[in-house]
């Protein structure tokens, strides 16, 4: 089955063009809420340091960090003296060793 909605609701986003396709939805024009639990470049109101690249697999070993898979490209908002950078990736935020990854 196929619905197509617009709605505009301050605490859920604004949606335009939406079609739901047997439980996936297609979505242009969406403006997330930030209580949705996904983060997006947009979303962060810090400066962007630096896009990065990850040269080693990372897994995460507390829920504050970020896997990375060689290749991802991390958005970094900020460069901690420990060597710990924190960032975004696939709408999540968190920390990821700072070693593991290289400027682009």
Do not use: H, M
Not at 23 to 37: E, H, M, R, W
Not at 80 to 91: I, P, R, S, Y
Request: aromatic share 8%.
């Amino acid at each position: 089955a196929v619905v197509s909605t617009q709605s505009t609701g301050e605490d859920e986003g604004e949606y335009a063009d939406q079609e739901i396709l047997g439980g996936v939805q297609a979505v242009q024009g969406v403006s997330v809420s930030k209580d949705s639990g996904f983060e997006t470049d947009q979303d962060i109101d810090e400066p962007i340091i630096e896009r990065a690249r990850a040269l080693y697999e990372y897994i995460a070993s507390a829920s504050d960090e970020l896997d990375l898979c060689i290749g991802d490209v991390v958005t970094v908002y900020v460069k901690n003296d420990d060597g710990w950078f924190e960032g975004t990736l696939n709408g999540k935020r968190g920390l990821f060793p700072g070693n593991y990854v290289e400027a682009i």
